[in-house]
């Protein structure tokens, strides 16, 4: 699953409780207040928030079993996207992202009615419309029907190709159900595949990491995703690690599989476009790249978070509120970042970017209150060779790729006054 973009919600709690800063979403408010015209909508993103299993390294919201909550789910997610706001200019868009969870999870005709749903709503020839897919529930009737209703991209949560990898990581697939499902879709007119891999996983060595590389490369994907393995807090791989019961791998074993991987996907054609996605020319994901480069994402489903005119918030992530309730989504943590916020922000997205930032929108950023005290911070990371400039563009180098969190850390530390507006 693309970690990176997911942005949902670390919780498994999917009761009916209140959280803390829960609110309804006046969007047609924020932008009477905010806006100089009415914000154009780029990219839609729908959460799918069930499972088969609950993979224990997971921090998404997303639910083990309720198939009996499947259809319902549909029909309430089919509401909130008729509760779209008219206000918002959103037809069409550039791109269509449903992740989850596992989409492909739910039933064939209720998978085609929220999809068609979608496509009719805000999708044209021209917009790439992605779906995530687990290996195992990817048939040819799946992949016929996500061809009827409009998709054109298809990202598949391989992880690796060893069975006892797979095992640790408490997938449930078959390494070779990751070939038959991209067969299944290409028979039926999907082209543009995507498979994501985690590498870093405990018991995992460097020979073991290159098979599973050259496994996908021999798939011809024409988009990577390779994560490190995370132990994010609260999950259940995390308490095991905290109880000793993990060995992961060493950092500079996990730091030659990550530059292994930058040499051998360039051998192999593949454009690194940022920290942990490569691509064929052109097949960047452009969902991503709404994502980094501040675009505006309407978001539907529990968890799902969304950014409009520099304003964001998230879902409620809960289901069993979110079945009961009609129309848009209940919303959580609604801010809109002041300028300071607003700068780390665009030096922390740009930054994971291969290309960086424009020096120019570097200079720009650094003139103003809230940039100047970040400039010795850069000049700093220049100096040691983690930040580089070249053409015309301020960009991580090769090392500054493998430490990316300790220049981005400086780049957001807290300045005097720093705050949000809510
Ligand atoms: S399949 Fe993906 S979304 Fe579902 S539990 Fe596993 S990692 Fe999480």
Redesign the pocket.
């Known amino acids: 699953?693309t970690k990176d973009l997911r942005l949902t919600q670390a919780t498994t709690n999917v009761g009916n409780s209140s959280l803390p800063g829960e609110q309804s979403l006046d969007i047609e408010a924020i932008c009477d207040t905010a806006c100089d015209a009415s914000p154009v909508i780029e990219g839609i993103y729908a959460h799918v928030p069930f499972?088969?299993?609950?993979?224990h390294?997971?921090d998404?919201f997303?639910i083990?079993g309720r198939e009996d909550a499947h259809a319902e789910y549909v029909d309430r997610i089919i509401d909130e996207i008729d509760a779209f706001p008219e206000s918002l200019k959103a037809e069409p868009v550039k791109s269509i992202f449903v992740g989850?969870?596992?989409p492909t999870i739910l039933p064939v005709k209720p998978l085609s009615r929220f999809l068609e749903t979608l496509k009719r709503r805000f999708a044209d020839e021209h917009t790439e419309f992605t779906v995530e897919a687990?290996p195992e529930t990817v048939d040819a009737e799946v992949a016929d029907a996500l061809v009827h209703a409009g998709v054109n991209r298809v990202s598949l949560?391989a992880q690796s190709f060893q069975s006892d990898l797979l095992e640790t990581l408490?997938?449930r697939h078959q390494p070779g159900t990751v070939a038959s499902s991209l067969a299944h879709m290409r028979a039926a007119g999907i082209e543009s595949l995507s498979i994501d891999l985690i590498f870093g996983i405990p018991g995992q060595d460097l020979a073991q990491w290159q098979h599973d590389l050259e496994a996908a490369i021999d798939l011809d994907p024409g988009h990577l995703s390779c994560y490190g393995l995370i132990y994010e807090p609260g999950t259940p791989l995390r308490g095991r690690l905290d109880r000793g019961e993990v060995n992961p791998v060493p950092e500079e074993d996990e730091a030659s599989m990550y530059e292994w991987t930058i040499q051998r996907l360039e051998d192999a054609g593949y454009e690194q476009y940022e920290i942990s996605n490569w691509s064929r020319p052109g097949l960047a994901c452009r969902h991503n790249l709404l994502y980094w480069q501040n675009g505006n994402w309407w978001a539907f489903g529990p968890s799902g978070s969304a950014h409009v005119n520099g304003w964001r918030w998230r879902n409620l992530p809960r289901l069993g509120r979110y079945l009961d309730g009609s129309g848009r989504s209940t919303v959580l943590d609604l801010e809109r970042l002041d300028e300071d916020g607003r700068i780390g922000e665009t030096f922390m997205m740009g930054l994971r970017c291969i290309d960086g930032i424009a020096l120019e929108e570097v200079d720009r950023m650094l003139s103003g209150e809230g940039g100047a005290r970040r400039r010795p911070i850069i000049e700093r990371h220049v100096a040691s060779g983690l930040l580089l400039r070249s053409e015309n563009r301020l960009r991580l180098s090769g090392e500054g790729l493998l430490l990316a969190n300790v220049v981005v850390t400086d780049l957001l530390a807290p300045g005097p006054d720093c705050g949000t507006e809510t």
């Open positions: 699953m499972c088969a299993h609950r993979c390294y997971c998404f997303t083990a989850g969870g596992t687990n949560g408490e997938r």
